[in-house]
Nanobody, 115 residues
């Protein structure tokens, strides 16, 4: 079993920055995927960024130019840094792990971009 605990989120001004972190406990290997998804009101959950083996990364086009995902493979943590936030970034952000053939999700953390 994998358990995820998320940190960060809250109210951010347009143009501001965001740092979300997630700590995973349980059996996770360096080949597993860790990352972040988000779900805005009335929309489906969508990929934000993920980190896989050999420090491979994958980003949504909408955030790619202004986001960085970093992962500590030894401690099973993943951090998402997003800059120049926009109103469209308002959503619940979920930490995500894919391990042992199944997906695990954090409880979600609200990010609101508003002045």
């Amino acid at each position: 079993q994998v358990q995820l605990v998320e940190f960060g989120g809250g109210l951010v001004l347009p143009g501001g920055s965001l740092r979300l972190s997630c700590a995973a406990s349980g059996s996770i290997s360096s080949n597993d995927i860790m990352g972040w998804y988000r779900q805005a009101p009335g929309k489906s959950r969508e990929l934000v960024a993920t980190s896989g083996s050999w420090r491979s990364t994958n980003y949504a086009e909408s955030v790619k130019a202004r986001s960085t995902i970093s992962r500590d493979y030894a401690n099973n943590t993943v951090v998402l840094q997003m800059n120049n936030l926009k109103a469209d970034d308002t959503a619940v952000y979920y930490c995500y792990v894919y391990s042992g053939g199944r997906a695990y999700w954090g409880q979600g953390t609200q990010v609101t971009v508003s002045s």
